[in-house]
């Protein structure tokens, strides 16, 4: 059943070429890299579907934005604009920019979490859960059943659990210093949260008085979902819906390389502009990031991404930018291949464990996908599986994730219809041969945390 590709609300002024190597080139390139895909040069992919993080096409209202820029050190006009354009959006009184997400969240969870402290979430995305861990606390995952089972076509599987959720809080209540609500969830497949479970997980933290996090990377496709599927939402519109997600947590994190389109960014907020909690950010942000009215980013960057913030949440670049995840989904279907369906926002998260039913989660599944995706037709994804989760932080154990996912993440505004199609021929091809793929990889060497960017790999002999 073929779905209708929306087509691009916008035109293309400036392109870029792309190589497409031999099959013998990238089999030579992917020893190189020890099998990680990471390893990989950009110019040797010629699809790149490794991150939809900071690999947006920018607008001409953003590229005029970078020539105006004000870089003063301290109080630049372009850090006025963001902190406007912020408020604006999310209806918080204090907003620090920072250079991407991950900054936020080591500014931050210090600040919230320490040794024998817990952080609980629908779902941590990996460097979330790194901050979380390097604060000395420990992460618990919450997300709601139906995300373990790909093939369910449930709305709002992102959502948090919130029965279990309440039995944590009545089990740790005390332990427990931070409650993470990733919108979307990335790690379920950038499956969304709807508006009801922000309400019920906001009125239970404040009955435990613990403070809620957003993390925010995709504020804007979230939101396009609730209005898509939650009926009291239908016609609201989607700077509306933003606000009132916001208005359910006290504090947000945000990587700005994701829904806001800019190559490099990330805001911190916080709702209550007289917290605690403000100085202790601005004082962290100056030592780890620069001095607050910058945090990180250049005059040039916070225009660009006050633009963006704005270009994200338009109704027809949303209804394109989902529609593009429903063409590809809508391809993959009529292929036989399961994905985590329906179809999130930034992305299809192929069910490799059902490809490849035969290579267990210590033979890393959804890496084995990417591997052959790179080899099939120079398309680089990457593993949201056992070999992205890594060890138990106590025990050192190899860790079984809830899925083995192959994540094509899809750049916004960078690929076209053809593109797609080319990536759904090439999963059909492996599907094709996905017998003859015996064995997985083994690690040979890893970092003690965030492992899946930096480790080497090896095939392990048939
Ligand atoms: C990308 C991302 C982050 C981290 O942001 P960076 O900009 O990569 O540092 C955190 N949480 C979620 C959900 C993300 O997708």
Request: glycine share 10%.
């Amino acid at each position: 059943m073929a779905i209708k590709y929306i087509p691009e609300p916008f035109r293309i002024k400036s392109v870029e070429p792309l190589c497409m190597l031999t099959r013998e080139e990238r089999e030579s390139r992917l020893i190189e890299a020890k099998y990680n895909l990471f390893g990989l040069k950009g110019e040797d992919c010629a699809i790149d579907l490794l991150t939809d993080s900071g690999t947006g096409a920018m607008s001409t209202g953003q590229w005029a934005g970078i020539m105006r820029g004000d870089e003063a050190y301290a109080g630049a006009a372009s850090y006025e604009k963001l902190i406007d354009t912020a408020r604006d959006l999310f209806g918080y009184d204090y907003i620090q920019p920072v250079h991407q997400g991950r900054a936020a969240e080591k500014v931050l969870f210090p600040l919230l979490l320490s040794a024998g402290k817990l952080a609980l979430s629908n779902m941590f995305f990996d460097t979330t859960r790194a901050h979380v861990e390097l604060a000395g606390a420990r992460c618990i995952d919450c997300v709601v059943e139906a995300a373990r089972h790909p093939a369910e076509r449930a709305r709002f599987k992102g959502n948090m659990d919130v029965p279990r959720l309440e039995q944590l809080l009545r089990e740790h209540g005390g332990r427990v210093g931070l409650i993470v609500m990733t919108i979307t969830n990335n790690s379920a497949g950038g499956q969304p949260v709807s508006m009801q479970n922000l309400r019920e997980v906001a009125a239970l933290a404040r009955q435990y008085g613990i403070p809620v996090c957003i993390d925010a990377a995709r504020y804007a496709e979230n939101a396009y979902f609730i209005q898509r599927d939650e009926a009291e939402y239908k016609d609201v519109p989607i700077p509306r819906i933003v606000r009132e997600m916001f208005s359910h947590a006290d504090l947000f994190t945000m990587s700005a390389k994701k829904d806001a389109i800019v190559n490099m960014g990330g805001l911190l907020g916080v709702r209550d502009g007289a917290s605690d909690l403000i100085q202790g950010i601005r004082t962290a942000c100056i030592s780890y990031e620069g001095f607050y009215t910058y945090g990180g980013l250049s005059g040039r960057d916070m225009e660009a991404l006050a633009v963006g913030l704005r270009e994200g949440i338009d109704e027809s670049y949303l209804r394109y930018r989902i529609g593009q995840m429903e063409y590809l989904g809508g391809l993959l279907d009529d292929a036989g291949i399961a994905y985590q369906s329906p179809v999130g926002g930034h992305g299809i998260f192929v069910d490799a464990a059902a490809l490849l039913p035969h290579i267990p989660y210590t033979e890393y599944p959804g890496q084995v996908l990417a591997i052959e995706l790179y080899r099939e037709a120079g398309i680089r994804s990457c593993d949201i599986g056992s070999y992205m989760l890594g060890n138990d932080p106590d025990t050192g154990k190899q860790l079984q994730a809830s899925f083995e996912f192959t994540r094509l993440a899809i750049p916004r505004r960078v690929y076209t219809q053809a593109h797609l199609d080319v990536v759904a021929e090439a999963l059909s091809e492996i599907k094709q041969r996905a017998h003859r793929i015996t064995r997985g990889y083994r690690i040979t060497w890893e970092p003690p945390i965030l492992r899946h960017f930096q480790s080497s790999l090896e095939p392990i002999a048939a």
